[in-house]
């Protein structure tokens, strides 16, 4: 039998087995000879943290697979293990193909050069021939929009015009097998754009790809499968959706952490999240004439509406919805996280009923309604409620079409 046979699983491009590091926090540490001999009994004390606790999981060829977790989980000590920076304690890892490493943008640039040397200089760190580095230079300079700053000293550029040169050299590396930690958030909107549309290019290529990242929309969006790690060890690993919804569990519910600290694991996404203030009791679908429904007519307004009841007083809370289809694509984001003025002061007790509207250009499918009740802050949302796939309706329709929406439109012929 061949490889391409389709009875024969391929070689996984990543295997980590059982890993397992930590690293020794002193207290106090004698740096001198002429401290130990004025303190020759003071002796070092130190902590152990375990940064890694036996994790485990394999990474397919052409596979784009995220790493997730929150601050201290240990995400960054995975991929520098990986990366062969540090070696592991107990374990193993296992590497098939050329491996490119992007732990942090612009590590290797020297603010005395001008773009053109740090590009070229760069590039060769990264694995490139000094004739491929140079025949891709004008590429790197265009794809970072610097061509009026190529002979400018890096240490006159701005963090963002830096930041923007090192991912423009990051993506030219060609390598079979790449580890990358949080470089998806560089530049401005449109340059942000620029970087999204790479990744989707990378992955439409099928090199492998290892992605730490905090932003759960890039994970959804690019990765096939994730890992959640809290403290060392796997919480969850498995579809996208699953991990997100984990992710943000952690993050905002307290009892979540402390189930992950226990080791207590579970293998489905969690159907609520919160911490209890806020109850949504209701959701259901309404058609045009504002009657609950269990099926839409494509192209009639429709809404979607819950009731919450509040068990404490709540100042100027959030309420929002995403609607997913079949496939889990997300459709609508609705939420008044945006609009002015507050939603006010709830008293313990209240009761209302929020309602999103909108037009129905959904193509036919059964879509899921996840609504959520929310407090922001400058730590980010904080979930009073939020039920997972809470209420479901079919869109019907007798036009066929492939989109995920179906939009109206015009078809104009001019000869």
Not at 3 to 17: H, N, T
Request: proline fraction near 4%; glycine fraction near 8%; aromatic fraction near 8%.
């Amino acid at each position: 039998m061949s490889w391409e046979d389709p009875g024969v699983q391929s070689i996984p491009a990543v295997v980590v087995d059982d890993a397992r590091k930590s690293f020794h926090l002193p207290h106090r540490e004698v740096h001198t000879l002429k401290e130990r001999v004025l303190h020759p009994l003071r002796r070092s004390s130190a902590d152990v943290l375990h940064a890694l606790k036996g994790v485990s999981f394999e990474v397919q060829r052409g596979e784009f697979f995220g790493i997730v977790g929150r601050n201290g989980s240990g995400k960054s000590t995975l991929l520098k293990c990986l990366a062969g920076i540090y070696g592991l304690d107990e374990g193993a890892m296992y590497v098939d193909g050329r491996l490119s490493t992007f732990i942090e943008l612009g590590v290797g640039f020297n603010p005395d050069l001008p773009a053109r040397d740090n590009v070229l200089l760069n590039a060769l760190m990264l694995g490139l021939s000094p004739r491929e580095a140079a025949r891709r230079f004008d590429e790197v300079i265009a794809f970072a929009e610097l061509e009026d700053f190529v002979d400018l000293k890096l240490k006159n550029y701005s963090s963002g015009m830096e930041v923007r040169l090192a991912f423009s050299v990051l993506i030219q590396v060609d390598a079979d097998i790449l580890l990358i930690d949080e470089v998806l958030a560089v530049g401005d909107a449109s340059f942000q754009q620029k970087c999204f549309d790479e990744f989707a290019r990378i992955r439409r290529s099928g090199r492998t790809v290892l992605l730490v990242t905090h932003d759960m929309g890039a994970v959804q969006r690019f990765c096939d499968r994730a890992i959640l790690l809290e403290h060392g060890e796997t919480v969850h690993l498995g579809d996208t959706d699953t991990v997100a919804a984990k992710y943000l569990e952690l993050n905002f519910s307290e009892r979540a952490r402390a189930d992950a600290a226990a080791g207590v694991r579970d293998e489905e996404a969690p159907e609520r999240q919160g911490d209890g203030r806020a109850e949504i009791l209701d959701g259901w679908f309404e058609d045009a004439d504002g009657a609950r429904t269990e099926a839409l007519p494509a192209g009639a307004r429709c809404a979607f509406a819950a009731r919450v009841r509040f068990h404490a007083e709540v100042r100027d809370p959030l309420f929002g919805l995403n609607l997913l289809n079949s496939r889990g694509d997300n459709l609508l984001s609705a939420s008044n996280l945006w609009s002015a003025p507050e939603s006010g002061t709830f008293a313990e007790g209240e009761e209302l009923v929020f309602r999103v509207g909108f037009e129905n250009i959904l193509s036919p499918d059964r879509y899921w309604a996840t609504p959520a009740v929310a407090r922001g802050g400058g730590a980010g949302l904080a979930w009073l409620d939020r039920r997972e796939r809470l209420a479901s309706v079919v869109v019907t329709g007798t036009r066929p079409t492939d989109a995920l929406v179906d939009m109206p439109y015009e078809l104009e012929l001019v000869r």
